[in-house]
């Protein structure tokens, strides 16, 4: 056969294209060509895919160019009913062709006749063979017929045969051809998958991580390398996280319930939409006998891999006629087998196999798979999702465990709870009226919906629901006020929590106080993930400083409480009330028991009590336990990002802002906050954003100096004012001591109201770092007996708290009070063990501001040693400002550390009443010019954020570039 015609009939692949995979094997062949061997008979065999004909093509090339000519003859599935098929492709044009076409005639003596004409053949094809330099190629003999398979047999069998080279699939060399290789002096050729190396010059475009994951799901086979190289990256991706032991990433166990990442999704198991990447190798699997493609259905709709009882019960067949085809499925490379179980060995042939029956008898194969699962299967995982392929046509009972099953999903994978749990909700529309089980889908559909932090969405789910009698629309209320809260509106969630709460006194006899809301009769898993209504309430009350009622809430939920997520949930809480009320004691106590607890938590029980991790950092960072809370806080960004738990990212990332920021990690700083708020506006919660914008401000300041922390400021002054005192507090903590580190006038008295500090019950462990930024602006206004209190009142919280960094504090107060009233020897020993305090407490920078303050004593014979420990301090941490604002002259002791005057930000034009305040700054930068990356820079904010902003003015003003927003913004 002609090379060209054979190119164009096997894929289009021309005969020049070298076949860079396999030079060994091809050597191999050219040296039997060459008579550097002494056989003449070569056989190659390997699964689809793997690059028979490809090499058989490469060889045909080299000995047409050597001089050879060559009889090229390829099977295909018809040559088995057509007599000598595949030996008239080869010789067509040969006069064995003659001989080979011969009518078969009639009769009995039919028989006769046929055994002498296959001797006749084999003597016509070694004489079309005879001359020299001829070769014989046969590729995919297995679809030989009966009269091929005679004729290869005699010529194998006579001394003297003519070179020939022949091909077949893996595990289906026919019996009879198989024999006589069996005793023939042959070079067999077995292809191997491609080793990296090969693989790579196969896609040499794409990146190694791609080379990689592709490596993986091809598993070396040439053919699949390429369907796969040519999908999308996101379905390449699909692909990877739906077959993990494929794509190279470690997994565990498929049955283990932790684990649900095989699992399908629409439209089959585990499969992006079929972008037709899967017809050729649906049209091999066309060709399997017909038991064993139904064998090879029923494990498809199982999923990449299943055991031989559960393919039985899907095909419905007994597992002695299941276990024969199993074992077929093996032997020709579409299945593998390992303890007990059998998996597709390659991803494209798993789709395409599901593929390969009608949806109607998938739907039912996949409800007989649930049945089956149900009843021998412990993890919810796997029957769920063959439910989720069943539906809408089930039986109530499948619609009850599939709702269980996505609850049980939820903290390990919120999307996949979703979407089991919308295509539930669309079932029970789908066959009628059912109320009560609509209700309980749509308010489990409106909880996942807000661990995925898709707010909007979970509102349009449950406010339908909330009207529903009894406990339904109390989940849904208690959900939606859940929401509220996530969002910012901290006082409007507890107001929701009210309406159906029950009230009862909740002081001790013989006290009274305000009546406490409880949490009715709703049980604490309604809300994510073990945290009830009662919690719910005690959060709220904690954020808005009614520390007692807090705590009474939290104690109660934990005497309630059965099991250790629901205790560690409320321990929590309880030790952030006794941190907020100053009884550092019990908070120790409490953070020590929850931290053992937490560290024995199996997966699924930390990523249910994940939403109670910001509230034990928070109790971490008051007690000084730094590296504690960072762990904890890093371990669960981690894993809330990786099971999509998206509701606690910003808080998360607002902790971890604090905690870098306060032990002057500041470019880790800035980062988080800058994370935190970019998330908090995609999840729709403005109000959390000054609690997150706050914590950028300060590192800004010491990185970058004061003009970016003045812009800084702008920024956290046009969001709108966080919901709650605490972050409030935090807020008006963070202006105040950036003011008086620019130079900016606050009086003592502003800073006293600022900071909380006229009520004189408050306790908490940042207590001395308020009194000691107020004591500062006191003494800048000369009113040192203001001064002088709140020097000892820090001292006092200092001593009783036993933290080191608030003892180094307030003794930094000390100093400055020493220093203006004139005791230098006595505020330069203050300032020194300030310093010291501060950078053992994990502070540099504010120890280097310690030091500057102690170099500014007037003392003319003292070695001036503190400026270059401050500039040690300084370097270590990042802060770039400070060390800069060491060469403009000391500091004042008795005053706030600056680092120089800042400037006052520019008068503004009027801004348009169509934008925000942020989207008024952002547009002005870009219509003056600036880059979406220069804008970025100049705010300080990610380029995400600033093209979300760009984004919105664009649409509020009607325009579509730049130069029309500088024309919108000059009206």
């Given at each position: 056969m002609h090379t060209s015609a054979l190119d164009e009939r096997h894929g289009g692949r021309t005969a020049t294209t070298p076949p860079i995979e396999r030079e060994r094997e091809l050597r191999r062949l050219t040296d039997l060509l060459d008579g550097t061997g002494q056989r003449h008979l070569a056989v190659i065999d390997g699964p689809p895919g793997i690059g028979k004909t490809r090499l058989l093509?490469?060889?045909?090339?080299?000995?047409?160019?050597?001089?050879?000519?060559?009889?090229?003859?390829?099977?295909?599935?018809?040559?088995?009913?057509?007599?000598?098929?595949?030996?008239?492709?080869?010789?067509?044009?040969?006069?064995?062709?003659?001989?080979?076409?011969?009518?078969?005639?009639?009769?009995?003596a039919a028989d006769q006749w046929r055994l002498r004409h296959r001797q006749t053949c084999a003597e016509a094809v070694r004489a079309a063979l005879a001359a020299p330099r001829t070769l014989l190629l046969l590729d995919d003999v297995q679809w030989a017929d009966a009269d091929t398979l005679a004729v290869l047999d005699r010529l194998l069998r006579t001394p003297g045969a003519p070179p020939l080279l022949l091909a077949y699939?893996?595990?289906?060399?026919?019996?009879?051809?198989?024999?006589?290789?069996?005793?023939?002096?042959?070079?067999?050729?077995?292809?191997?998958?491609?080793?990296?190396?090969?693989?790579?010059?196969?896609?040499?475009d794409a990146d190694p991580a791609t080379r990689a994951l592709l490596a993986g799901l091809s598993r070396g086979n040439p053919r699949h390398l390429r369907l796969l190289a040519e999908l999308p990256p996101a379905r390449l991706a699909a692909l990877a996280a739906a077959y993990p032991r494929h794509s190279g990433r470690t997994a565990a166990d498929w049955d283990d319930p932790d684990q649900p990442t095989w699992l399908p999704a629409d439209p089959g198991p585990g499969t992006p939409q079929d972008t037709g990447a899967d017809t050729a190798i649906r049209w091999e699997l066309e060709t399997l006998p017909p038991e064993a493609r139904h064998v090879l259905c029923a494990a498809a709709v199982l999923g990449p891999e299943a055991a031989p009882?559960?393919?039985?019960?899907?095909?419905?067949?007994?597992?002695?006629?299941?276990?024969?085809?199993?074992?077929?499925?093996?032997?020709?490379?579409?299945?593998?087998?390992?303890?007990?179980?059998?998996?597709?060995?390659?991803?494209?042939?798993?789709?395409a196999a599901y593929r390969l029956s009608g949806p109607s008898w998938r739907a039912a194969a996949h409800r007989r798979a649930a049945a089956h699962l149900v009843e021998h299967h412990p993890s919810p995982w796997r029957w769920a999702a063959q439910i989720e392929h069943a539906l809408p046509d089930v039986r109530t009972a499948e619609l009850v465990r599939l709702a269980r099953a996505a609850a049980t999903a939820l903290p390990l994978a919120p999307e996949l709870s979703a979407r089991w749990l919308r295509k539930g909700l669309q079932a029970v529309r789908h066959q009628g009226d059912r109320t009560p089980l609509q209700h309980e889908f749509a308010a489990g559909l409106g909880r996942a919906l807000i661990v995925r932090g898709e707010y909007a969405a979970a509102r349009a789910v449950l406010r339908p629901t909330v009207s529903a009698p009894g406990v339904p629309g109390r989940r849904a209320l208690a959900l939606l006020a859940l929401a509220d809260r996530l969002e910012g509106r901290a006082d409007h969630a507890y107001q929701r929590l009210a309406e159906f709460a029950d009230y009862r006194p909740a002081d001790p006899p013989g006290r009274t106080g305000p009546a406490l809301p409880g949490p009715a009769d709703l049980p604490n898993g309604d809300l994510p993930h073990g945290d009830g209504v009662g919690l719910e309430l005690a959060r709220i009350e904690l954020m808005n400083g009614r520390y007692e009622q807090a705590a009474r809430r939290a104690a109660a939920c934990a005497d309630r409480s059965t099991?250790?997520?629901?205790?560690?949930?409320?321990?929590?809480?309880?030790?952030?009330?006794?941190?907020?009320g100053g009884d550092l004691r019990a908070a120790r106590h409490g953070t020590g028991a929850a931290t053992r607890?937490?560290?024995?938590?199996?997966?699924?029980?930390?990523?249910?009590?994940?939403?109670?991790?910001?509230?034990?950092a928070w109790c971490c960072f008051f007690l000084e336990q730094h590296a504690t809370a960072k762990h904890r806080v890093d371990l669960a960004l981690a894993d809330a990002d990786r099971h999509g738990q998206r509701y606690l990212l910003p808080h998360l990332h607002t902790v971890r802002a604090c905690l870098s920021g306060f032990t002057d990690e500041l470019d880790r700083a800035i980062a988080s906050a800058d994370l935190a708020i970019d998330l908090s506006h995609r999840a729709g919660c403005a109000e959390i954003s000054a609690f997150s914008a706050a914590f950028r401000v300060r590192p800004l300041l010491w990185t970058a100096g004061p003009a970016a922390a003045a812009d800084a400021l702008v920024l956290l002054h046009d969001l709108p004012e966080p919901p709650v005192a605490w972050w409030q507090g935090v807020v008006r903590h963070t202006e105040t001591e950036v003011a008086l580190a620019c130079g900016h006038p606050v009086s003592g008295d502003r800073a006293e109201t600022a900071l909380g500090l006229r009520n004189p019950g408050v306790r908490d462990p940042m207590l001395p770092y308020r009194c000691e930024l107020a004591a500062a602006a006191h003494l800048a206004d000369g009113t040192e007996q203001a001064a002088a209190a709140l020097v000892a009142r820090a001292e006092d919280a200092a001593r009783t708290s036993g933290l080191r960094g608030a003892r180094a504090i307030a003794a930094q107060a000390r100093a400055r009070l020493l220093a203006h009233r004139g005791d230098h020897p006595a505020a330069l020993a203050a300032f020194r063990a300030a310093a010291d305090g501060l950078e053992a407490s994990g502070q540099p920078v504010r120890a280097g501001q310690a030091l500057l303050l102690a170099a500014a004593l007037p003392d003319p014979g003292r070695p001036r040693t503190e400026t270059a420990r401050a500039r040690t301090l300084f370097a270590r941490a990042g802060a770039h400002a400070l060390t800069a604002a060491l060469d403009a002259g000391p500091a004042d002791p008795a005053g706030p550390p600056r680092t120089a005057p800042a400037p006052r930000p520019a008068a503004r034009p009027a801004p348009h009443p169509a934008l925000s305040r942020r989207e008024q700054q952002v547009a002005e930068l870009a219509a003056d010019g600036l880059s979406n990356q220069d804008v970025a820079a100049r705010l300080f904010v990610s380029v995400r954020t600033v093209e979300s902003h760009l984004t919105s003015a664009y649409q509020k003003l009607g325009i579509r570039s730049r130069a029309a927003l500088a024309r919108a913004l000059d009206r």
């Open positions: 093509q490469e060889l045909h090339r080299h000995a047409t160019a050597a001089g050879w000519r060559v009889h090229h003859g390829h099977g295909s599935p018809a040559d088995q009913h057509v007599r000598h098929g595949l030996l008239l492709e080869a010789l067509h044009d040969t006069d064995a062709a003659t001989a080979l076409t011969a009518d078969e005639p009639a009769g009995p699939r893996r595990g289906e060399c026919p019996d009879t051809l198989a024999r006589t290789l069996g005793s023939a002096d042959a070079l067999h050729l077995p292809l191997r998958p491609l080793d990296e190396d090969q693989q790579a010059r196969l896609v040499p009882r559960e393919i039985a019960a899907v095909a419905q067949r007994p597992a002695d006629e299941t276990g024969p085809q199993l074992d077929l499925l093996v032997r020709r490379g579409y299945l593998e087998s390992g303890g007990g179980r059998f998996r597709f060995v390659h991803p494209l042939a798993h789709l099991g250790t997520e629901e205790s560690v949930a409320a321990g929590i809480i309880t030790a952030m009330c006794a941190v907020a607890m937490l560290e024995t938590l199996s997966e699924p029980a930390w990523l249910r009590v994940l939403s109670v991790v910001p509230e034990y």
